[in-house]
C-alpha cells in the first residue's frame, strides 16, 4: 500500500487578510483546498509583511493587527499543523 501524501498549504498576505475580514479561521480556509492538507505555512516574509502593514491605519491595518493575533492564537493551539 501506498503511503498517503499530503499537502501543505502556503498562506500569502493577501488570502491572510481575505480570511480575516471575513471572519474565516485561517485553519479552516488553508483545510477547505480540494487536496488533501496535512500542514499550513506562512512564511516568515509573510509576517514581517503584516507587521508592516499593521503599522498604519485604516482597515487593512486593523485586519493586519487582528491577523497577527490570530496567528498567535492558532499557532499555541494548532502548532503542529501551522508552520511559520
Known amino acids: 500500500m501506498a503511503a498517503h501524501a499530503c499537502t501543505e498549504a502556503v498562506l500569502d498576505t493577501s488570502a491572510i487578510i481575505f480570511a480575516v475580514e471575513r471572519r474565516v ?3 479552516e480556509l488553508a483545510l477547505s483546498a480540494p487536496e ?3 500542514k499550513v505555512i506562512i512564511p516568515g516574509p509573510v509576517v514581517e509583511e503584516l507587521k508592516i502593514i499593521a503599522r498604519g491605519r485604516g482597515a487593512r ?3 493586519a493587527r487582528a491577523a497577527l493575533e490570530i ?14
Do not use: Q
Open 25 to 27: 479561521s485561517l485553519l
Open 61 to 63: 491595518s486593523r485586519a
Open 36 to 38: 488533501d492538507v496535512c
Open 71 to 84: 496567528i498567535e492564537k492558532e499557532r499555541a493551539v494548532h502548532g503542529s499543523i501551522l508552520e511559520i
